[in-house]
C-alpha cells in the first residue's frame, strides 16, 4: 500500500520560507514520478512543482518558478519542496503525488497516489 506523508507545511511571513517534505512508502520509490501539487479554497488543483525519477528533469509552474525549488533523495525515499519568497497568493494546502506512469509530469491525471496535504498559510 503506497503511503505519502507531507510535513513542513505552516504559517510564514510574506517573504518567507519553507520546505515541505514528502516520505514515501509502499513502492520502489525511484520507478515512480513525484510531484506537489495545491489547491487553495475555491479553486482548482494545480502543479506546482514535479520531478522524473531520477532527477534530471524538474517542471515548475509559471507562478512559482525562480522561487520554488523541487528535490528528490531515492535513498531516503523523500521528496522536497523548497519554497522561498513566498507571498499570500502562496497560501493552500499542499499535496504530494506520485506517478508511476508516462504521461504529462504536470497533469493531475498522472498521478495515483496522493498524500493527505499540509496546510502552507502566507501571512501579508
Known amino acids: 500500500q503506497v503511503q505519502l506523508v507531507e510535513s513542513g507545511g505552516g504559517l510564514v511571513q510574506a517573504g518567507g520560507s519553507l520546505r515541505l517534505s514528502c516520505a514515501a512508502s509502499g513502492l520502489t520509490f525511484s520507478s515512480y514520478r513525484m510531484g506537489w501539487f495545491r489547491q487553495a479554497p475555491g479553486k482548482e488543483r494545480e502543479c506546482v512543482a514535479a520531478?522524473?525519477?531520477?532527477?534530471?528533469?524538474?517542471y515548475y509552474g509559471d507562478s512559482v518558478k525562480g522561487r520554488f525549488t523541487i528535490s528528490r533523495d531515492n535513498a531516503k525515499n523523500t521528496v522536497y519542496l523548497q519554497m522561498n519568497s513566498l507571498n499570500p497568493e502562496d497560501t493552500a494546502v499542499y499535496y504530494c503525488?506520485?506517478?508511476?506512469?508516462?504521461?504529462?509530469?504536470?497533469?493531475?491525471?498522472?498521478?495515483?497516489?496522493w498524500g493527505q496535504g499540509t496546510q502552507v498559510t502566507v501571512s501579508p
Open positions: 520531478i522524473n525519477r531520477n532527477g534530471g528533469y524538474t
Open positions: 503525488a506520485a506517478s508511476g506512469g508516462w504521461a504529462g509530469l504536470s497533469l493531475l491525471s498522472s498521478y495515483t497516489s
